[in-house]
C-alpha cells in the first residue's frame, strides 16, 4: 500500500512539473547475469553484433569485469582491467567502440586515479591495452569521429565546496596524457555546477545526435546539455536542453534517429523519453524491486540491440530519495522492444 501511495505521489510530482506519466510500459528481463556480474553497469554494442557489458562491481566483493554477451545471452569474460599501480583494482565504467574495432573504456579507481585505455582485441581475446590519460577519475564515455569523450561528475581541483563536473576530449590517437584536472587543462571541453546539496555528482552519461551535437546529463540536478562542438574541439554553444525533476538522477542516455531522446532515472527506477520537440514522457517506473521480473532496479545505461532498448540495471547505491533500498540479486539487464516505443 505504501509503494501504491508513492507512485502517486510521485505521479503528481511530475505532473506539476509539466511532465506526462505513461504508465502502460513495461520492462521485460533480458538476462539474469552470473554472480561475477553482481553491478552491471555500461552498455555497448561490439562490431561483431554481441553486447559488451562493463560491471565495475563496487560491491559483493568481485573484481570488475568486461563481458560479452551473444544474441542466444551466453555470458564470457572479455576483458579483466587491472589497477593502474599496486594495490588498485581495475573498475570498468563507460566504454564505446571505434570503427576499427578498438574498444575504449574508462577505468575507475577513486579520486584522480582513474585511467581512460585503449583496448585491442586478436581471435576474440585482448590483445593489448593502451593508455590514452591518467589522472581522471572517468564515469561515461562516447567515440566520435576520431575522438573519445569522457565525463568526469566531480572536479575537485576546480573546488573543494562547489560540485564541477567536466567534459574531457581525446584523440583516439592520444596517449599517455596526463590530465591536470584545472580549468586550462586543453583537453578539458566543458564543466558544469550541481547545486542540489542532496545529489553531489555532476556531469555523467552523454550520448550524440545524428548532427553531432553532444547531449550530457547532469546528475545531480537533472539537467541535459546541448553542446555544439567545432572541428578544433572547441563548444561553440551549450544550452540547457530540457530540465527534468532535481531527484530523477540523471544517468545514461541514448539518441535514436528521430532525436528521440531516452534517459534512465536512476534515483527513481524511470525510462524516460524527450521528443525532438522537448516533451518529456515517463515510459516505464518502479517503485523498490529486485529485478526478477525484469522490472526497473536502479536503471544506469541504455543501448540498442537487435529491436530491443536494453536498460542495464546498477541496484547497489542507498540514499535519501532513491528508490533503491538494497543490493540484491538477481544481477538483470531489462529491456522493451522498439516497436513499443513509438
Same mark, same amino acid.
Given at each position: 500500500?505504501?509503494?501504491?501511495?508513492?507512485?502517486?505521489?510521485?505521479?503528481?510530482?511530475?505532473?506539476?512539473?509539466?511532465?506526462?506519466?505513461?504508465?502502460?510500459?513495461?520492462?521485460?528481463?533480458?538476462?539474469?547475469?552470473?554472480?561475477?556480474?553482481?553491478? !552491471?553497469?555500461? *552498455?555497448?554494442? #561490439? +562490431? =561483431? &553484433?554481441? %553486447?559488451?557489458?562493463?560491471?565495475?562491481?563496487? @560491491? $559483493?566483493?568481485?573484481?570488475?569485469?568486461?563481458?560479452?554477451?551473444?544474441?542466444?545471452?551466453?555470458?564470457?569474460?572479455?576483458?579483466?582491467?587491472?589497477?593502474?599501480?599496486?594495490?588498485?583494482?581495475?573498475? !570498468?565504467?563507460? *566504454?564505446?567502440? #571505434? +570503427? =576499427? &574495432?578498438? %574498444?575504449?573504456?574508462?577505468?575507475?579507481?577513486? @579520486? $584522480?586515479?582513474?585511467?581512460?585505455?585503449?583496448?585491442?582485441?586478436?581471435?576474440?581475446?585482448?590483445?593489448?591495452?593502451?593508455?590514452?590519460?591518467?589522472?581522471?577519475?572517468?564515469?561515461?564515455?562516447?567515440?566520435?569521429?576520431?575522438?573519445?569523450?569522457?565525463?568526469?561528475?566531480?572536479?575537485?581541483?576546480?573546488?573543494?565546496?562547489?560540485?564541477?563536473?567536466?567534459?574531457?576530449?581525446?584523440?583516439?590517437?592520444?596517449?599517455?596524457?596526463?590530465?591536470?584536472?584545472?580549468?586550462?587543462?586543453?583537453?578539458?571541453?566543458?564543466?558544469?555546477?550541481?547545486?542540489?546539496?542532496?545529489?553531489?555528482?555532476?556531469?555523467?552519461?552523454?550520448?550524440?545526435?545524428?548532427?553531432?551535437?553532444?547531449?550530457?546529463?547532469?546528475?545531480?540536478?537533472?539537467?541535459?546539455?546541448?553542446?555544439?562542438?567545432?572541428?578544433?574541439?572547441?563548444?561553440?554553444?551549450?544550452?540547457?536542453?530540457?530540465?527534468?525533476?532535481?531527484?530523477?538522477?540523471?544517468?545514461?542516455?541514448?539518441?535514436?534517429?528521430?532525436?528521440?531522446?531516452?534517459?534512465?532515472?536512476?534515483?527513481?527506477?524511470?525510462?524516460?523519453?524527450?521528443?525532438?520537440?522537448?516533451?518529456?514522457?515517463?515510459?516505464?517506473?518502479?517503485?523498490?524491486?529486485?529485478?526478477?521480473?525484469?522490472?526497473?532496479?536502479?536503471?544506469?545505461d541504455l543501448c540498442f540491440f537487435n529491436g530491443k532498448l536494453l536498460i542495464s540495471n546498477f541496484d547497489s547505491m542507498v540514499a535519501p530519495g532513491m528508490v533503491n533500498k538494497s543490493h540484491s540479486k538477481p544481477y538483470t539487464i531489462s529491456y522493451i522492444d522498439l516497436n513499443k516505443l513509438n
Open positions: 500500500m505504501k509503494q501504491f501511495f508513492l507512485i502517486v505521489q510521485l505521479s503528481l510530482f511530475f505532473v506539476l512539473l509539466g511532465v506526462k506519466a505513461n504508465a502502460q510500459l513495461q520492462t521485460k528481463l533480458f538476462i539474469s547475469l552470473p554472480d561475477y556480474c553482481p553491478i !552491471p553497469d555500461n *552498455l555497448a554494442v #561490439a +562490431p =561483431d &553484433g554481441t %553486447l559488451t557489458l562493463t560491471c565495475p562491481n563496487f @560491491k $559483493g566483493g568481485k573484481e570488475g569485469v568486461i563481458v560479452s554477451i551473444t544474441a542466444d545471452k551466453k555470458v564470457t569474460k572479455l576483458a579483466q582491467l587491472q589497477g593502474r599501480e599496486k594495490g588498485l583494482v581495475g573498475k !570498468p565504467m563507460g *566504454l564505446d567502440y #571505434a +570503427p =576499427d &574495432g578498438s %574498444l575504449f573504456v574508462c577505468n575507475n579507481q577513486g @579520486k $584522480g586515479q582513474g585511467q581512460v585505455l585503449r583496448l585491442t582485441f586478436k581471435d576474440g581475446v585482448v590483445d593489448s591495452t593502451q593508455v590514452v590519460a591518467t589522472g581522471i577519475s572517468p564515469n561515461g564515455l562516447k567515440y566520435s569521429n576520431g575522438y573519445v569523450y569522457v565525463t568526469q561528475p566531480r572536479m575537485r581541483k576546480l573546488s573543494k565546496k562547489s560540485v564541477i563536473g567536466g567534459v574531457y576530449r581525446f584523440k583516439e590517437s592520444d596517449r599517455n596524457v596526463l590530465v591536470s584536472g584545472k580549468k586550462n587543462d586543453p583537453y578539458l571541453i566543458f564543466t558544469a555546477e550541481t547545486t542540489n546539496p542532496q545529489r553531489k555528482a555532476g556531469l555523467d552519461g552523454l550520448t550524440f545526435d545524428k548532427e553531432g551535437n553532444l547531449y550530457v546529463g547532469e546528475f545531480g540536478d537533472a539537467t541535459i546539455y546541448k553542446l555544439t562542438i567545432n572541428d578544433k574541439g572547441i563548444v561553440t554553444n551549450d544550452e540547457v536542453y530540457v530540465q527534468l525533476p532535481q531527484n530523477t538522477g540523471v544517468d545514461g542516455m541514448i539518441m535514436d534517429e528521430n532525436n528521440n531522446l531516452y534517459v534512465v532515472g536512476f534515483s527513481l527506477n524511470q525510462l524516460i523519453k524527450v521528443d525532438a520537440n522537448k516533451n518529456v514522457k515517463i515510459l516505464a517506473e518502479y517503485p523498490d524491486n529486485d529485478g526478477s521480473n525484469g522490472e526497473l532496479d536502479q536503471p544506469v
